[in-house]
T-cell receptor, first 109, second 116 residues
Framework: RKEVEQDPGPFNVPEGATVAFNCTYS??????FFWYRQDCRKEPKLLMS???SGNEDGRFTAQLNRASQYISLLIRDSKLSDSATYLC??????????FGTGTRLQVFP | EAQVTQNPRYLITVTGKKLTVTCSQN?????MSWYRQDPGLGLRQIYY???????DKGDVPEGYKVSRKEKRNFPLILESPSPNQTSLYFC???????????????FGAGSRLTVL
């Protein structure tokens, strides 16, 4: 089993739609969780950290489910500019972050 | 502007010709790391450094060397590049690992390397 797994997609959604991605992780001792966004051929950039109680930033909501070992990202009212690859990142131990291979989102008009 | 700067951004070289990709950060970050990104494999860590003169292997260190003589710089050295090192390379830094909120990574813009 991969340490961090994501559905590669692509998820093709119309503008205004709500879309959700999940990411599963294998290390039950993981403590830090993040979603990064990566535009084509560019560097990953932090979208949001994921907190135990769940957190929201505008149209984006992140959730953590420790019992089932997954995190999720919900995007409401999708915009064309949301088209990107979304990387799930989980810490493996204090020195190491593991990246998922990413979920590609394509928002169409 | 707080940033991670890596050079060159694009490089085509030939097998066996030593090259260095530089990485510099201006945020006084303790932690620095190199990743390579390949289709279907995601980002894989090559080497990382917790502080000056402290470096450790990541998941795919073979064929690479690093050094951390100064806090701001973390060059990646390919002593004898081979075609399987053709990839997109990212340098990243953070305040530190294992500290709540401190392990958010800032990435450089990437270096696309082709080894013929």
């Amino acid at each position: 089993r991969k340490e961090v797994e994501q559905d590669p997609g692509p998820f093709n959604v119309p503008e205004g739609a709500t879309v959700a991605f999940n990411c599963t992780y294998s290390n039950s001792a993981s403590q830090s969780f993040f979603w990064y966004r990566q535009d084509c051929r560019k560097e990953p950039k932090l979208l949001m950290s994921v907190y135990s109680s769940g957190n929201e930033d505008g149209r984006f909501t992140a959730q953590l489910n420790r019992a089932s070992q997954y995190i999720s990202l919900l995007i409401r009212d999708s915009k064309l500019s949301d088209s990107a690859t979304y990387l799930c990142v989980v810490n493996y131990d204090t020195d190491k972050l593991i990246f998922g291979t990413g979920t590609r989102l394509q928002v169409f008009p | 502007e707080a940033q991670v700067t890596q050079n060159p951004r694009y490089l085509i070289t030939v097998t066996g010709k030593k090259l260095t990709v530089t990485c510099s950060q201006n945020m006084n970050h303790e932690y620095m790391s190199w990743y390579r990104q390949d289709p279907g494999l995601g980002l894989r860590q090559i080497y990382y450094s917790m502080n000056v003169e402290v470096t450790d292997k990541g998941d795919v260190p073979e064929g690479y060397k690093v050094s951390r003589k100064e806090k701001r710089n973390f060059p990646l050295i390919l002593e004898s590049p081979s075609p399987n090192q053709t990839s997109l390379y990212f340098c990243a830094s953070s305040r530190g690992q294992g500290l709540a909120g401190a392990n958010v990574l800032t990435f450089g813009a990437g270096s696309r390397l082709t080894v013929l």
